[in-house]
């Protein structure tokens, strides 16, 4: 149980333009996402917080405009990557919270921007 | 905010030895401890976790300790495996049983075991 499943797994961009990334719980309800970008040889670095029905969270130093969160049900929270350039090229994975038992983790999207 | 601070970065040890990783957390609030193993490209793979009302856990060669009072949490890895090389990660969030708060990394800790 408490599964996420998260797409797509590899995405090639054009600089400029946006991408979508969806991550859906497919058997609770994920009021809360958290959503993480890690560069090469890096942790895991929190960028924001969506919870159901309201604004996303977002952590210091990232972009709330180029990071667009919509958490619209208790099963999909998405990040749209806008006006993608080479530098937001990473793998993004989200994160849901259940209760008592962990975290459990999407199975991440490499994001490369040409 | 939290922040989770890890050592070694890297650390190498031969086939059968120990290893140990450590963590030290900066929020008091903080109260669950995960620790995640990670391949390269993959989604972290929980492997043990610790929370505040105790002081170690274990599972098989596996356990972690925590030190509420220094603010840190140990893995310990008895009679390492070459299967156990990769990439490992502490973590800290303050949600309390529900599990609602925010995660937070550490650096990573990229073990290797020699045969």
């Known amino acids: 149980g408490a599964v996420v499943s998260q797409h797509p797994s590899r995405v090639i961009c054009k600089s400029g333009t946006s991408v979508k990334i969806e991550c859906r719980s497919l058997?609770?309800?994920?009021?809360?996402m958290f959503w993480y970008r890690q560069f090469p040889k890096q942790s895991l670095m929190l960028m924001a917080t969506?919870?159901?029905?309201?604004?996303?969270?977002?952590e210091q130093g990232v972009e709330k405009d180029k990071f667009l969160i919509n958490h619209a049900s208790l099963t999909l929270s998405t990040l749209t990557v806008t006006s993608a350039h080479p530098e937001d090229s990473s793998f993004y994975i989200c994160?849901?919270?259940?209760?008592?038992?962990?975290?459990?983790f999407g199975s991440g999207t490499r994001l490369t921007v040409v | 905010g939290e922040n989770v601070e890890q050592h070694p970065s890297t650390l190498s040890v031969q086939e059968g030895d120990s290893a140990v990783i450590k963590c030290t957390y900066s929020?008091?609030?903080?109260?669950?401890f995960p620790w995640y193993k990670q391949e390269l490209g993959k989604r972290p793979q929980l492997i043990i976790d610790?929370?505040?009302?105790?002081g170690e856990k274990k599972d098989q060669r596996i356990a972690v300790t925590l030190n509420k009072t220094a603010k840190h949490f140990s893995l310990h890895i008895t009679e390492t495996q070459p299967e156990d090389s990769a990439v490992y990660f502490c973590?800290?969030?303050?949600?309390?049983?529900?599990?609602?708060?925010?995660?937070?990394f550490g650096q990573g800790t990229t073990l290797q075991v020699k045969p």
């Open positions: 610790i929370r505040s009302n105790v």
């Open positions: 969506s919870n159901e029905g309201s604004k996303a969270t977002y």
């Open positions: 058997d609770f309800q994920a009021t809360t």
């Open positions: 973590a800290a969030s303050n949600g309390g049983s529900s599990n609602t708060g925010k995660l937070i």
């Open positions: 994160s849901a919270p259940f209760r008592g038992r962990g975290y459990t």
């Open positions: 929020d008091s609030a903080s109260n669950y």
